[in-house]
């Protein structure tokens, strides 16, 4: 076996061990310069045929609060509907979604279909308020805190693990502060 | 002039290995030479900031890409009515940005933007090429590329932490 | 039901595909027929298999089946039919399946048409492409189910996307995985052949067929995919380098390559071990375009369809077939005996030469896709190189290929003197000299380099139509000559229209760019282009502005445009319809954007020559196709010229 015949599978080799790498390089996290501040001002109407809106006021009462930007057009957001299921069972949180550029037939649709876990869903036709918020797409969730301030953003669906390693434990901070 | 056949036949790989061998050469020259000048680096603003004066990176001189959002409220649209001036934030810094085209649909202001251009001897980032931030999960990967290359700019891997 | 079947076919499929990965290749070291003769039922089995599978998808789709989780992902009630079958290999599961159903289909090819191969060699390629089978369908069942049902069903599809809706971006896919796939055939070949220890002419008149095949519907994949991009995003751009377009555009280079040392194999029985290691790192690239595409390693690392799993998968898969093959190569290259010698000047030379700068440029390409990954590992810097860097070492390189294609045909195998050879060629040189001095004047203070461009695809225009006068003509009597030979002429005049189209869409492309308001006027070229009129447009599923732009030459109108920027409601967003049409000096595009300052922001392009790139690529797939219709390369070819034999 000469080093010649030899050449392309040690070319390969490193070329395999640098994808291998690349693989576990962590996808980095959305820049948010949302942290640390305040809910933005808002107030929006609800999805038809419901009472309830949201408004900014609703953030600022004491106690952990889930706001969760969704679609129905969107399925991540049901691949995570699960999971949401499973956050609004968490002792002391308020669960709030705002709908997404939707229309109102299709999003009642969804929550019909695989049930409602929101105290109140605000309804963002326009898209202007996510926008305020600072959402890239749906689906988003933000946590907020006891005084109204965003401490933590989740970009994407919310998977079993992240709802292990990320939200129970932050939400429990947040209570054991409080 | 008569070579024995096995010279001959070294004789003749050799002629072959040489031409091979020259155009694997010149062509390894040419990547280092191009990689040299054309790789665009990413920056976030404050990181373009403290790095100005760093003489190995040689700013003033590249093509670079920053990436940040769009600063609220900064967002202005000068006299010819096709330049706009905004600037980038990460947070601790911000950069004043000016594009002459048309914007991304989805170029807004507290959004995620990247922006390819380089320095002008003011010290302002004039961008060539500016992609807003689109990150619409629903999107197969074949729609979400396409996206990328109309300016919808896409992806996570070249963002900052 | 149908989901049920499906999913139970793979799963058959998968069975079949490790008996036909085992059991030939046991029988073809202990020499046992019976083993060996299990080879060809167990892929055709796969086929049939996947194949209903593939249907049973398909018939989701049809019927608009939302329980599967692909189709409400990826199809809507409303869709056209068209797109909903087109929705079957859209998507990254429907896709995959695509692709296993043509490995299997390519395979079955082999084993029903390689009657005349000899039986164990026939059963170790169909052991390799089962191999490779085996890979596909456990990724497919593992990470990539297509069959998963969603719970509870979802009332309608969301998969109403616009931008999909389009018959360049539906049709591209199928191409390209005909040419990926395609590779596999000479991939197998190959490592039989390592096994077995021969190379020879016959190997090479098997692999140049189902390499040319899997060439022409890599260029014909490429070209639609580049169409697309020019006519649906709105830039003008017909090519970015971008990594999904680099991973098409390797195996392209490197099958290019194989194209013509399999010619060198096949007539003169030299660079066997070179065309074998050749055969397999097309196969390579096709893969590893695959895991770069899928694995999200270069894009959004984000995005919801991106399972990290299935990049651990796909680079296990790749390290293991690519690995083993090299580590076979390492092993056995040298077995396989050198053969005829030639001189640097000759035919083989110029064929050599050809094959060093391909495989070069296709190295070069990987090593720019991979730099922000190589770049980010180690240094932890993030940076892209983009198109600078590809044209900076693209043109250097490939000149000099261009003008040995022009001289190539003319040198004789083994040894040929260079004098003689160009001084056939006069005519070319003069022609090319015409070209770039007419040229030159007409676009006197343009690039330079553009000069360059014309000068080479010129003369290779102008050589290999030298070429094809002076073998129909010979001693003054016409001759009929062989399709192979139309083939090749035809190719490499498309490389020089190609060439020229290029040259003229990137260097003497004008563009304006202004905000515009009824009335207004503007110039691109010799145009000048005015907006009569912006008025809104109601789509089926879309609102638009459309333009009316009227274009004169000279105060004389001569076409007019209706440019679109359409707004769809769900999914949210806004495409533009750029409005193109081809004029004698090139196409005309124009794009409308948003409404600014009273008037509308108006894109401009005038792009000399565009229209030759489509064109030279079309003559290149003509030339494989007709090179595939000659009677001595055609699949199968030598059991049926055997009969002609009989018959004759």
């Known amino acids: 076996m000469r080093l010649k015949s030899l050449l392309p599978l040690l070319i390969f080799l490193g070329l395999a061990a640098v994808l291998w790498v690349g693989l576990g390089l962590k996808p980095r996290e959305v820049p948010t310069v949302m942290i640390g501040r305040a809910v933005p001002e808002f107030d929006l109407p609800p999805l038809d045929g419901r009472t309830q809106g949201l408004a900014s006021a609703a953030l600022r009462v004491p106690g952990v609060k889930i706001v969760n930007v969704f679609a129905s057009w969107c399925v991540p957001c049901r691949v995570e509907h699960p999971q949401l299921s499973a956050l609004k069972n968490l002792p002391g949180i308020a669960l709030y979604g705002i709908n997404y550029k939707d229309n109102v037939a299709d999003a009642r649709a969804f929550l019909d279909g695989l049930g409602d876990p929101f105290a109140a869903i605000g309804y963002d036709r326009s898209g202007r308020v996510s926008i305020d918020w600072g959402v890239y797409g749906v689906p988003e969730t933000y946590v907020v805190d006891g005084d109204g301030k965003i401490v933590y953003r989740h970009v994407g669906p919310i998977s079993d693990d992240d709802l292990k390693t990320k939200f129970t434990p932050l939400i429990e901070r947040l209570r054991e502060g409080a | ?161 | 039901m149908t989901a049920e079947i499906g999913h139970l076919a793979l799963a058959l499929a998968l069975a079949l595909a490790i008996l036909g990965a085992l059991l030939p290749q046991l029988g073809a070291a202990r020499r046992d027929p019976a083993l060996i003769a299990a080879a060809v039922p167990l892929t055709i089995g796969q086929f049939v298999l996947v194949l209903i599978a593939f249907l049973a998808l398909t018939w989701a789709y049809v019927v608009s089946d939302f329980s599967l989780a692909v189709v409400a992902s990826n199809s809507h009630t409303e869709k056209p039919m068209l797109y909903k079958l087109s929705g079957v290999w859209g998507n990254h599961e429907g896709s995959l399946l695509l692709w296993a159903l043509i490995l299997t289909f390519f395979a079955a090819l082999v084993a029903l048409l390689g009657r005349n191969l000899p039986a164990r060699f026939r059963a170790r390629v169909l052991a390799v492409e089962s191999m490779i089978a085996v890979g596909f369908l456990l990724f497919l069942l593992l990470t990539s189910n297509p069959f998963e049902r969603l719970s509870p069903p979802a009332v309608e599809g969301m998969g109403l996307n616009p931008l999909l809706q389009d018959p360049g971006l539906a049709f591209h896919p199928p191409f390209l995985y005909l040419g990926y796939v395609g590779f596999s055939v000479a991939f197998a070949f190959a490592i039989a052949a390592l096994q077995e220890g021969r190379v020879d002419a016959a190997w090479a008149r098997w692999v140049r067929p189902w390499t040319l095949v899997a060439w022409v519907f890599l260029t014909i994949g490429i070209a639609l995919g580049s169409w697309w991009a020019y006519y649906e995003l709105g830039w003008g751009g017909f090519w970015f380098w971008d990594p999904v377009e680099n991973a098409s555009f390797m195996p392209w280079l490197v099958g290019t390559a194989l194209l013509h040392s399999a010619i060198v194999v096949e007539k003169r029985d030299s660079l066997k071990s070179w065309t074998v290691l050749l055969a397999i790192i097309a196969f390579s690239f096709s893969l590893l375009g695959t895991f770069l595409v899928r694995s999200g390693v270069l894009t959004s690392v984000h995005a919801f369809a991106t399972d990290p799993a299935r990049g651990v998968f796909i680079l296990g898969f790749l390290a293991l077939v690519v690995g083993g093959s090299l580590t076979l190569y390492a092993m056995r290259a040298e077995t396989l005996t050198a053969g005829g010698l030639f001189e640097p000047i000759s035919r083989e030379g110029a064929l050599v030469l050809n094959n060093v700068v391909l495989a070069t440029a296709a190295a070069t390409v990987l090593l720019g896709t991979l730099y922000p990954l190589l770049l980010d590992v180690f240094t932890g810097a993030k940076g892209t190189v983009g198109p600078p860097y590809f044209h900076a070492v693209f043109i250097p390189l490939m000149t000099p290929l261009f003008v040995a294609l022009g001289l190539a045909p003319f040198l004789n195998w083994k040894r040929a003197d260079l004098k003689t050879a160009l001084s056939r060629l006069w005519i070319a040189a003069v022609t090319a000299l015409i070209a770039v001095t007419v040229v030159a004047y007409l676009t006197w203070g343009g690039p330079v380099l553009a000069l360059l461009g014309v000068a080479v695809g010129a003369w290779m225009i102008g050589a290999a139509l030298t070429d094809l006068a002076s073998r129909l003509r010979q001693g003054g009597r016409w001759m009929r000559l062989p399709r192979a030979q139309w083939g090749m002429s035809a190719a490499h005049i498309g490389v020089g229209v190609l060439v020229l189209g290029i040259t003229g869409a990137t260097a003497w492309n004008r563009e304006s760019l202004e905000v515009m308001r009824v009335g207004d006027s503007l110039s691109v070229g010799p145009y000048t282009v005015r907006l009569e009129n912006v008025a809104p447009v109601a789509g089926p599923n879309y609102t638009a502005v459309r333009g009316v732009m009227v274009v004169s030459e000279k105060g004389r109108a001569v076409m007019t445009l209706y440019p679109e920027s359409r707004t769809y409601a769900t999914p949210p967003m806004t495409t533009t319809e750029a409005a193109i049409r081809p004029t004698a000096v090139g196409d005309i595009y124009a794009v409308i954007g948003e409404e600014t300052k009273g008037g509308w922001a108006v894109r401009l392009y005038l792009k000399p020559l565009q229209y030759w790139i489509w064109i030279g690529a079309g003559l290149m797939a003509l030339g494989g196709v007709l090179s595939l219709s000659d009677r001595r390369y055609r699949i199968g070819a030598p059991a049926r010229r055997k009969g002609a034999a009989h018959a004759a």
């Open chain 2, 1 to 161: 002039m008569a070579l024995s056949p096995a010279r001959a036949r070294k004789r003749r790989r050799l002629g072959v290995v040489i031409i091979a061998a020259a155009i694997l050469g010149i062509a390894v020259a040419l990547v280092l030479f191009a990689l040299r000048d054309t790789v665009v680096f990413f920056f976030g603003p404050s990181e373009v900031i403290s790095r100005l004066d760093d003489p190995k990176l040689r700013l003033q001189e590249r093509r670079f890409r920053m990436g940040g959002l769009v600063e609220e409220g900064s967002v202005r649209r000068l006299e010819d009515g096709k330049t706009t001036e905004f600037r980038i934030t990460d947070g601790p810094g911000a950069f004043t940005v000016r594009y002459t085209g048309l914007l991304p649909d989805l170029f807004r202001e507290g959004q995620g933007v990247v922006a390819e251009g380089r320095l002008d001897d003011k010290g302002r980032f004039i961008a060539d090429e500016v992609l807003a931030k689109h990150d619409e999960n629903y999107m197969p990967k074949e729609v979400a590329d396409a996206l990328k290359k109309t300016g919808h700019w896409q992806g996570e891997s070249e963002a900052k932490p």
